[in-house]
C-alpha cells in the first residue's frame, strides 16, 4: 500500500485519469484505509467540479469597437513615430548645438587673424619699393608706418620742417618735386 | 477545450496574414470570452482584464506573422495573455506594496469579507465561487496560471505545458501542487 505522501503526489492524476491500472489500485486501497486522505481527494474534487461551473465572465458590449480603435491609435502613433525618424531639431543632442557654435567662434577668430597682415600691408610700400627709396635718395626718411605718398598736409608739415633748418624755399620745393618723381619711377619699375 | 468550427484558427490567422481584416475579426469572436475568463481569474478586475484581452488581440493583430503553425494558435493566444497577465499581475502587487506602505498600522485592519460556508458545502468539501476565487488570487504565479488552465480553461496537459513553456512532467507535478495548494488556502479562509 502507498504511504499519505505518495498517495498525494499522485492526487491530480487519479482525478484526471492520467494514471496506471497499478498506480489507480493502489491510490483506491490507501483511500479506503485512510479517511484524511479521502477527505482530501474529495475535498480537491469537489473544488475542481466547483471550477468548471465558474460563472463566465464576458467582454463588454463595445469590446470591439474599443479593439478597433486601439488598432487605429496604435498604427497612427507607428506612422507618427516613422515619420519622426526623418529629421527633427529635437532629436539632435545638446552637446552637438555647443559644438556647432564652438566651431563658428573658432573659424571667425581664424580668418580674423588672416585679415590683420593684409590689412597692414595696404599700409605699408612693398620690401622691395621701401629699399628702393631708400638707395635712390639717401637723405630721405626711412617710412615706418606712414605711407609713401604724402598728404598735402604732410607737404606742408615737411616744408616747415625744412624752413627750420635754414633752407630756402625754392630749393625744398625741388628737392621734393625730385624726391616725387623719384617714387614715381620706382613705382613704375615696380 | 474543443473547437466546433468549421474553419480551424489556423487557417484563419492563415487568412489574415494574407490580408483578410474579417478572419482577424472572426479569431477575436472566437476568443474575446475565453480569454476574458482567463484573465479576469488571473487579475481578478474586470477593467484590466479587458484591457489584457484588448492587448492581446492587439499584439495579434501586430505581429501576425510571428505565428508560425508549428504550435496551435490557441497556444500560441493563451501564451500572450497569460504573459501580459503576469505583467498586470505583478504592476498590482507593486501598487498594492506602495499602497499599503503609505498607510499607517491602524489602517492596515482590512481584509475581505468571509462567506460563511453553509453545513452542506462544508460536508460535501464544496466552496462557492467567490471563496474559491479569493484562494486562487492568494496563490503564487506559477500555481496560479497552472489551475486555471486545466481546471478553468479545461486546456489538456500539453496545451498547457506548450503555453507556459515547461514540460510535461512539470505540468502535471505543478497542477496536483497548485490544487493542494488551493485546499491550504480554502482551509485558511475556512478557518477565518
Redesign the interface.
Known amino acids: 500500500m502507498i504511504s499519505c505522501y505518495q498517495f498525494k503526489t499522485i492526487i491530480s492524476r487519479y482525478i484526471d485519469k492520467d494514471i496506471s491500472f497499478q498506480n489507480r489500485k493502489s491510490f483506491e486501497e490507501h483511500m479506503d484505509n485512510c479517511p484524511g486522505c479521502k477527505e482530501l481527494y474529495q475535498l480537491i474534487l469537489g473544488t475542481k467540479i466547483s471550477m468548471n461551473q465558474f460563472s463566465n465572465v464576458t467582454v463588454s458590449d463595445n469590446f470591439l469597437e474599443n479593439l478597433k480603435n486601439k488598432i487605429l491609435t496604435e498604427r497612427n502613433a507607428q506612422i507618427e513615430a516613422s515619420l519622426q525618424k526623418g529629421f527633427s531639431f529635437s532629436r539632435i543632442p545638446s552637446f552637438v548645438y555647443g559644438f556647432a557654435a564652438a566651431l563658428v567662434v573658432v573659424i571667425i577668430g581664424f580668418y580674423l587673424i588672416e585679415l590683420q597682415p593684409s590689412f597692414q600691408s595696404r599700409q605699408m610700400p612693398p620690401q622691395i619699393v621701401q629699399e628702393k627709396i631708400q638707395k635712390s635718395s639717401p637723405g630721405a626718411r626711412q617710412y615706418q608706418s606712414t605711407p609713401p605718398l604724402l598728404s598735402q598736409g604732410q607737404m606742408a608739415a615737411s616744408e616747415s620742417v625744412s624752413d627750420s633748418i635754414g633752407k630756402s624755399d625754392d630749393n625744398l620745393r625741388q628737392s621734393q618735386q625730385d624726391f616725387q618723381n623719384k617714387i614715381k619711377t620706382v613705382k613704375e619699375e615696380y | 477545450m474543443k473547437n466546433s468550427f468549421k474553419v480551424t484558427d489556423e487557417e484563419l490567422i492563415r487568412r489574415f496574414q494574407a490580408g483578410d481584416e474579417a478572419a482577424f475579426?472572426e479569431i477575436?469572436g472566437r476568443y474575446?470570452?475565453r480569454l476574458?475568463?482567463f484573465a479576469?481569474?488571473f487579475v481578478l478586475d474586470?477593467e484590466e482584464?479587458?484591457d489584457i484581452?484588448?492587448d492581446t488581440?492587439?499584439k495579434v493583430?501586430?505581429n501576425r506573422y510571428a505565428y508560425k503553425e508549428i504550435a496551435k494558435f490557441s497556444t500560441w493566444i493563451y501564451t500572450i495573455t497569460a504573459n501580459l497577465a503576469k505583467t498586470i499581475l505583478r504592476k498590482q502587487r507593486n501598487r498594492k506594496l506602495f499602497y499599503f506602505s503609505r498607510l499607517g498600522p491602524e489602517d492596515k485592519d482590512m481584509d475581505f469579507p468571509s462567506k460563511e460556508l453553509s453545513a452542506h458545502s462544508k460536508m460535501?468539501?464544496?466552496?462557492?465561487?467567490q471563496t474559491?476565487?479569493r484562494a486562487i488570487v492568494k496563490l503564487p504565479e506559477h500555481f496560479r496560471t497552472a489551475?486555471i488552465l486545466r481546471?478553468?480553461q479545461?486546456l489538456s496537459?500539453e496545451e498547457i505545458s506548450n503555453i507556459i513553456n515547461a514540460p510535461l512532467g512539470t505540468v502535471?507535478?505543478r497542477?496536483?501542487r497548485a490544487?493542494?495548494k488551493?485546499?491550504e488556502e480554502?482551509m485558511e479562509l475556512r478557518g477565518k
Open positions: 475579426e477575436v474575446k470570452n476574458m475568463n479576469y481569474r474586470r482584464a479587458e484581452v484588448q488581440f492587439l493583430y501586430q460535501e468539501g464544496k466552496f462557492d465561487e474559491i476565487q489551475i481546471d478553468i479545461e496537459y502535471k507535478s497542477i496536483n490544487r493542494l488551493l485546499q480554502l
